[in-house]
């Protein structure tokens, strides 16, 4: 008699769970519907954000890539983190406009992918040091050229340890020999480099100067910048800590005094 009771009252449980799975507003099979719908719904966010907003697309990126970073999914994390990086090239090549907030939310959360464990750390290395050199470029390619005819603000100078108050056009590069041995290191002050094949920065102080149009080369060396602009430049830059503290001044549009001494060349 008791187990008799016992299987109906089973019975009567097992036949409400599968009422309730069956439920069209409430149960399993509407909740499975919903996700569904849910993730075509976020499928055509992403889609929407990617071809109208590729600036907030790749931001997105990022950071499900952080979430998948403390997750210890490195895989999905690399492939998140690269689709950023198509993302900001994309938003680069049309020179989308972008808040300021852009460019600090993924330089932060790169930075927090970059240290979170060892592990994520050596797997996204590579793209990260990409991306941030992308956001360098992103950020170069929005700045408004200052007017290049405008006055100098004295004679111009040029010594084995200076070069002020003037405008270099073209040459491979603009500035070459610029630290001699046995010399101070060369001071460019007040000075506007235009479309010259490249540029190397290291071993310079720079001061008050614009590049225009120009390929950027950084090893990791010694350099000082103060009031220097980027205007439409391409950055090639090798990843390590002098490099990753150069992109973040660069792509953030930094101006003020930026300073890697000799004794910190370690890249």
Request: hydrophobic share 40%; charged share 20%; proline share 5%.
């Amino acid at each position: 008699m008791i187990v008799g009771i016992g299987l109906i009252i089973t019975m009567l449980a097992v036949r409400h769970l599968l009422n309730e799975i069956d439920d069209p507003h409430t149960g399993l099979k509407a909740i499975a519907r919903d996700s569904a719908r849910s993730r075509a719904q976020l499928s055509a966010i992403d889609g929407l954000l990617a071809g109208k907003y590729p600036e907030f697309a790749a931001l997105s990126k990022i950071l499900e890539a952080q979430q998948s970073a403390d997750d210890g999914d490195f895989s999905k994390m690399n492939d998140l983190l690269k689709k950023a990086r198509a993302l900001f090239s994309d938003a680069q090549e049309h020179k989308v406009i972008s808040s300021p907030d852009i460019f600090e939310s993924a330089i932060e959360n790169l930075n927090e992918i970059e240290t979170s464990t060892p592990e994520a750390s050596k797997a996204a290395g590579p793209v990260i040091n990409d991306l941030r050199v992308l956001l360098a470029n992103y950020r170069s390619a929005l700045q408004t050229a200052p007017n290049l005819d405008a006055p100098f603000l004295g004679a111009a100078v040029r010594t084995p340890t200076e070069i002020s108050h003037q405008s270099i056009k073209g040459g491979s590069p603009a500035i070459a020999n610029a630290h001699p041995v046995g010399q101070l290191a060369l001071l460019v002050s007040d000075v506007r480099i235009i479309r010259p094949a490249f540029q190397l920065l290291d071993g310079i102080r720079w001061r008050d100067v614009t590049f225009v149009d120009t390929s950027i080369e950084y090893n990791g060396g010694p350099l000082e910048l103060t009031n220097v602009r980027f205007i439409n430049c391409d950055f090639i830059v090798h990843a390590g800590p002098n490099a990753t503290k150069f992109l973040e001044y660069t792509a953030l549009d930094r101006h003020g005094r930026f300073s890697i001494p000799s004794q910190d060349t370690r890249s």
